[in-house]
C-alpha cells in the first residue's frame, strides 16, 4: 500500500506561479509511473501529466510548455511545477502512483486561479 500526501496548493493570480509536492510516506515511487490528475467541481478527473518509471513524460495539450514534472527519488517525492496559470487551471490536484485504475492517490490539493 502506498500512501501519498500532496501539498502547496493555494491561491495564485493569473500569471503566477504554484508548485506542487507529493511524499510517499510508505512506498516507493521507483516502482510506479507517477502522475498529477485534476479534478473541476462535477467533472472526472484528467491526467495533466505524467513521468513513467523510464523516465518519459507526457503532458495534457492543456498545460504542455506550462507545467512541469519531476521527481526527486532520494526523498521519495514528485512535483508539478506551474507556470503562468490561468483561470481555468482552478480545480483540486491530486497525485497518483500506478495509473489511475488501479493505482495509488493522494486525498487532494486545491489551486485556485483567481484575481
Known amino acids: 500500500q502506498v500512501r501519498l500526501v500532496e501539498s502547496g496548493g493555494g491561491l495564485v493570480h493569473p500569471g503566477g506561479s504554484l508548485g506542487l509536492s507529493c511524499v510517499a510516506s510508505r512506498g516507493n515511487f521507483r516502482r510506479y509511473d507517477v502522475g498529477w490528475y485534476r479534478q473541476y467541481q462535477g467533472t472526472q478527473r484528467e491526467l495533466v501529466a505524467v513521468?513513467?518509471?523510464?523516465?518519459?513524460?507526457d503532458y495534457a495539450e492543456s498545460v504542455r510548455g506550462r507545467f512541469t514534472i519531476s521527481r526527486d527519488y532520494p526523498r521519495n517525492r514528485i512535483h508539478l511545477q506551474m507556470n503562468n496559470l490561468k483561470p481555468e487551471d482552478t480545480a483540486v490536484y491530486y497525485c497518483?502512483?500506478?495509473?489511475?485504475?488501479?493505482?495509488?492517490w493522494g486525498q487532494g490539493t486545491q489551486v485556485t486561479v483567481s484575481s
Open positions: 497518483n502512483a500506478g495509473g489511475p485504475t488501479q493505482g495509488f
Open positions: 513521468l513513467r518509471r523510464e523516465g518519459g513524460t
